[in-house]
């Protein structure tokens, strides 16, 4: 298999006021270039879950497997879009998205063509030397989208990454990822609140429930792509709306 294979996946932290069990037996896969979203209430387990397909957390019990191999610590194939940017501070956008680059076996230009590259992708040409401060908050985001997209991962890994950006802003971001996507032939993973854009974007949308996460409805989304954001007013674009909402609502 090409993809991604999730098995009974648990997880708990040990913290000052006792186990808090965070994850319980989350089981799913995914194929090569498939966008799978993940909708579920605040503090229910999704970043633990993309941290721990990013190698930065271990799972207590369960297995991982990308394109056949056991996911063990970080490693190029994968990359994460973090939900507060993650970048350095320090850095221009340029070396930024470099940073992301840095452990890879790739020549210097071809490191300097790949950043510019997603640089030009993301809309933020000409601020590549920049630092982030001197940014705003969705400038920044797209720094973290475009140092992501530079390692042109197997599996890209996104939590929220549509955050921080008002709402217009956020459509337009949400179609330039789809079509970047597309033409990478990554296999995404987006971590979401907003069930309108888990829709949009995913070719399933994967409904935790509530701490600890489980996963309550794996649902189809039959809708050709591309897309256009006229869908969303479709009948049956808000009749998959209303089922998430309720899943989410019967679950809190
Ligand atoms: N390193 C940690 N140590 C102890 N508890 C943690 C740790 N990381 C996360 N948690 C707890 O695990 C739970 C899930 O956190 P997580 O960040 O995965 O939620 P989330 O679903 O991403 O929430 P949000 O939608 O608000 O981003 C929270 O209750 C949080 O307090
Ligand atoms: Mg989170």
């Known amino acids: 298999m090409d993809g991604l294979d999730v098995e009974s996946i648990c997880k708990s932290f040990r913290t000052s006021h006792g186990t808090l069990p965070v994850i319980d037996r989350i089981s799913f896969s995914q194929s090569q270039g498939e966008v799978v979203c993940i909708v579920g209430a605040s503090g229910s387990g999704k970043t633990t879950l ?3 397909l990013a190698g930065l957390e271990k799972p207590d019990s369960g297995s991982l497997r990308l394109a056949g191999h056991p996911v063990e610590g970080p490693g190029p194939e994968r990359a994460m879009i973090f939900q507060q940017f993650g970048l350095m501070p320090w850095l221009t956008v340029l070396e930024n998205v470099l940073f992301g680059l840095a452990p890879g076996g790739l020549s210097e230009e071809e490191k300097l063509a790949r950043a510019r590259d997603a640089i030009e992708r993301v809309h933020l040409g000409g601020f590549e030397n920049y630092h982030p401060k001197a940014l705003s ?6 720094v973290g989208i475009a140092r992501a997209l530079a390692v042109r991962p197997r599996l890209l890994l996104c939590d929220e990454p549509f955050a921080a950006v008002d709402a217009i802003t956020r459509q337009l971001m949400q179609t330039d990822l789809l079509n970047i996507v ?18 949009f974007l995913g070719d399933r949308v994967l409904v935790f429930s509530s ?16 897309r256009s954001h006229e869908v969303r007013v479709t009948p049956e674009f808000q009749a998959m709306r209303g089922m998430v909402w309720d899943i989410l609502q019967a679950n809190q």
């Open 50 to 52: 993309l941290r721990i």
């Open 137 to 142: 908050g969705g400038m920044q985001q797209r």
């Open 182 to 199: 597309t033409q990478q032939k990554s296999t995404v993973l987006l971590v979401t609140h907003d069930i309108e854009e888990a829709l």
């Open 211 to 226: 701490r600890p996460a489980r996963l309550l409805r794996d649902v189809k989304v039959d809708i050709p792509k591309p």
